[in-house]
T-cell receptor, first 114, second 117 residues
Framework: DTEVTQTPKHLVMGMTNKKSLKCEQH?????MYWYKQKAKKPPELMFV???????INESVPSRFSPECPNSSLLNLHLHALQPEDSALYLC?????????????FGPGTRLTVT | AQTVTQSQPEMSVQEAETVTLSCTYD???????LFWYKQPPSRQMILVIR??????QNATENRFSVNFQKAAKSFSLKISDSQLGDAAMYFC??????????????FGKGTRLHILP
């Protein structure tokens, strides 16, 4: 099973709202990623968790707050977002630890900030 | 720093024909991985094919094959017998093979492939 699931599929939120995106994988992967993708552009890396520790933060604004409760789950907490944050948010996972190099992507959450 | 360049923003191919998508990359590393990812409109990004830099043999997956030229730093994707379901954005991507390196994948800007019936 090479499935990464994400909820919700679509999210519309106001600039003062607080919401969370969720990602789950049951492949035993130890590295998980958040990406932001604008239309017709490649994914932009936001955060990497390796063995449940934040290993990369690509200078993402603090209104995005990642959390990795356990090795299967990854959350992205959103607060006080701006309209320019509207995008497709992708979660991905990989085995990590140098064991494998491809990443498996979830279907994404389409976020609209009004 | 590594870079990945896809010089063809869009391409079209007739159904059942063969098409080649180009990708070049720049790196000072000797060991790395290259990937082609496919992202159909409003659908999930999936891995199409992977190439290890230490392998001379070009990777093949059914109708998809690559032409890996390490010295030229070129990694093109050939799709044979194109099907309507092949219509998608294709991203070429690079990842260092160093275990101690971070887990970043570097993506090219993508090539939008249209299949003409």
């Amino acid at each position: 099973d090479t499935e990464v699931t994400q909820t919700p599929k679509h999210l519309v939120m106001g600039m003062t709202n607080k919401k969370s995106l969720k990602c789950e994988q049951h492949m035993g992967h130890r590295a998980m990623y958040w990406y932001k993708q604008k239309a017709k552009k490649p994914p932009e890396l936001m955060f990497v968790y390796s063995y449940e520790k934040l290993s990369i933060n690509e200078s993402v604004p603090s209104r995005f707050s990642p959390e990795c409760p356990n090795s299967s789950l990854l959350n992205l907490h959103l607060h006080a977002l701006q309209p320019e944050d509207s995008a497709l948010y992708l979660c991905a996972s990989s085995q990590g630890g140098g064991l494998s190099y491809e990443q498996y992507f979830g279907p994404g959450t389409r976020l609209t900030v009004t | 720093a590594q870079t990945v360049t896809q010089s063809q923003p869009e391409m079209s191919v007739q159904e059942a024909e063969t098409v080649t998508l180009s990708c070049t990359y720049d790196t000072s590393e000797s060991d790395y991985y290259l990937f082609w990812y496919k992202q159909p409109p409003s659908r999930q990004m999936i891995l199409v094919i992977r190439q290890e830099a230490y392998k001379q043999q070009n990777a093949t997956e059914n109708r998809f094959s690559v032409n890996f030229q390490k010295a030229a730093k070129s990694f093109s994707l050939k799709i044979s017998d194109s099907q309507l379901g092949d219509a998608a954005m294709y991203f070429c991507a690079y990842r260092s093979a160093w275990v101690n390196r971070d887990d970043k994948i570097i993506f090219g800007k993508g090539t939008r492939l249209h299949i003409l019936p």
